[in-house]
């Protein structure tokens, strides 16, 4: 869909987070906070990382429910951004896994908690990405392959996933990994 997440109306909001951290980030917190009046932003985004706090370290992969807030019932945390450490170096192949798992256990949580709707980003694509010095995001093409593969393996989830996108280019390799993995895309009028 060729819309910003925050503009589609969806029971759940997928809030990608790096587990270490735990705290709002990217397009996610923008859409979050604007769906709020501007004098309560702060507050809300300080009970958020509150609530966040108190549940890291969250493992590699994992997704919970959390109360929602502005305009979605429920917010699905997912620990999908690497925090690599000299132990834990970030490489492709790990952080494509990582972002597989969390959304197939996103799709898990949503199906266990009777959310029938729920919308998502791209996750992960908008820093230095790995190879480049201290990266430790996916390119747009292997997060895209990452959430494609997941949602096919997820195929028995009832509800709808609005897969959300601003840039045209980024949507239409979706729609392509989509075709590629078998998994029925919405695309928005061109």
């Not at 393996?153 to 009832?158: M, Q």
Request: glycine share 8%.
């Amino acid at each position: 869909m060729l819309a910003d997440v925050g503009e589609v109306a969806a029971d759940a909001l997928v809030v990608p987070v790096d587990g270490v951290v735990c705290r709002l980030g990217g397009a996610v917190a923008r859409a979050i906070l604007k769906s709020v009046p501007r004098e309560e932003r702060l507050e809300l985004r300080e009970d958020i990382d509150a609530e966040l706090d108190g549940w890291k370290p969250i493992p590699d992969g994992d997704a919970r429910a959390l109360e929602g807030r502005g305009r979605w019932a429920r917010f699905i945390v997912a620990a999908v951004i690497l925090h690599p450490t000299a132990e834990r170096p970030a490489n492709l192949a790990r952080a494509e896994s990582v972002l597989r798992a969390g959304v197939e256990n996103v799709i898990a949580v949503a199906s266990q908690s009777g959310i029938a709707s729920m919308a998502i980003t791209v996750v992960g694509d908008t820093r230095k990405v790995i190879g480049d010095a201290g990266g430790h995001r996916l390119d747009t093409t292997a997060s895209i392959r990452a959430i494609a593969t997941a949602l096919k393996t997820r195929h028995d989830y009832p509800g709808e996933v609005f897969w959300c996108f601003v840039d045209r280019d980024k949507r239409d390799l979706a729609v392509r990994a989509c075709d590629a993995h078998g998994v029925a895309a919405v695309v928005s009028p061109a």
